[in-house]
């Protein structure tokens, strides 16, 4: 979309970005949609084919499943992530559990976001002159080999600053000579039809939609890009605080909410302060990234243990490796966090286009598995891996419906 184009439709529904969601009522029909049909005819001959396919043409209901995570709100595959409109397709295919990255604005108020400095390529700042003015770095364009770059933070705006935003397609080209051309820039296996002006979301907002959704919550504390404390006075504790308070405020029972942060002191600081909700916490593990740091993730595991935490969150390739027989077995790290009695979640699923392409792109959630990966079906494989050999209680995913299709098959946290 050109810039002048996209400016005139912010300026179109900018009205409507800044309104608070209507609150809606529980989702009594599930809407899969073709996509887990499509995946289970692109699987190669077999059992799991087969159980799944007459799962396909069971009349049975779809219902609503907790080990479907709606990541960014579950729609994001298609839809600009964390927006009302990707939580309501989240919902409307079964995500039992809609999740809320949590950062801060400048007047400390908390809203959902991937990232607190995601803006300049998951919303329409750079389009708004009067708020790309207030970027941490403005945009710049790419010269002399340098990619082009931006940085906009949540932290740099309001709230109400944030509720005029558009959600947009994540994206950026790192060639871009100008905004226009910088972002939108969406990856050719996503879309743009349904990017005309993503509703943002406050926390309250989101806890609130949850609610009256009749779902459960999953917020991740979203480490800070900003030197903390913030202005001085604003500490790491009262932001990891403050998410619990949201909460309290709400009324929301500790029971359904799941705390997340990656860093490990803000888990250690639920299990201390606020032990109820502590009890959900759930740590998110990236300290195995490289074949040098992955035992170390493994043995890490015992002290997450010890310390009390019951629920960690790693990403897909730590779970799973190749077999002998080529085929997609759990990994040392999946067999230790079972033994100790880890609750697992995994991430993230739909993060990916093409799985045929994951070998030659080196795709981060497929790295340790790739070689088992040759067509779009093998999803099945891998969620049945995670599943009946690794025992995992929820799965982060971009396009809830295929997680929610595997659910239902397999009678995996069904809600009434």
């Known amino acids: 979309m050109r810039l002048d184009t996209f400016t005139a439709t912010v300026a179109a529904l900018a009205a409507g970005a800044s309104a608070k969601p209507t609150p809606r009522p529980p989702i009594k029909r599930i809407d899969l949609g073709p996509r887990p049909g499509f995946l289970v005819d692109d699987m190669d001959e077999g059992k799991l084919k087969d159980e799944l396919s007459r799962c396909l043409a069971s009349a049975k209901p779809i219902r609503a499943s907790t080990w479907s995570i709606g990541h960014r709100g579950g729609g994001t595959l298609f839809i600009p992530e964390h927006s009302l409109e990707s939580n309501m397709a989240g919902a409307r295919m079964g995500a039992g559990i809609l999740e809320c990255d949590v950062a801060f604005t400048r007047d400390r108020e908390l809203v959902c976001r991937h990232s607190q400095c995601d803006l300049h390529y998951t919303t329409d700042i750079l389009a708004r002159p009067e708020l790309a003015a207030k970027c941490s770095e403005p945009f710049t364009p790419a010269a002399d080999g340098v990619e082009a770059s931006a940085k906009c933070c949540t932290s740099d705006i309001t709230l109400a600053e944030f509720k005029t935003l558009c959600a947009t397609m994540e994206g950026f080209n790192p060639g871009a000579l100008t905004p226009e051309d910088f972002h939108p820039s969406t990856a050719d296996w996503r879309t743009d039809l349904y990017a005309t002006c993503g509703q943002v979301l406050s926390l309250k907002e989101h806890i609130d939609l949850t609610v009256s959704l009749g779902l459960l919550h999953t917020p991740e504390l979203k480490t800070p890009e900003v030197e903390m404390p913030f202005e001085g006075d604003y500490t790491q504790e009262q932001y990891a605080q403050q998410l619990v308070d949201t909460y309290k405020e709400r009324r929301v029972p ?87 009695g880890l609750k697992i979640i995994a991430w993230t699923l739909e993060r990916s286009g093409r799985l045929a392409e994951v070998q030659e792109d080196g795709n981060y959630y497929y790295a340790t598995f790739a070689d088992a990966i040759d067509n779009d079906g093998d999803v099945y494989n891998l969620l049945d891996v995670l599943w009946r050999k690794i025992g995992i209680v929820g799965l982060f995913s971009d396009w809830s419906a295929t997680a929610t299709f595997y659910a239902n098959c397999m009678g995996i946290g069904l809600r009434r």
């Open 254 to 340: 500790a029971k359904d909410v799941w705390l997340q942060s990656f860093l490990y002191d803000d888990i250690l600081y639920w299990l201390k302060k606020e032990p109820k909700f502590g009890a959900q916490a759930t740590y998110l593990d990236e300290t195995g990234d490289t074949p040098e740091t992955f035992p170390g993730a493994v043995a890490n595991l015992t002290r997450y243990a010890e310390d009390g935490v019951k629920y960690i969150a790693p990403p897909l390739p730590y779970l799973v490796t190749v077999g002998k027989k080529g085929e997609i077995v759990p990994s040392e790290y999946a067999k230790k966090a079972k033994k100790l």
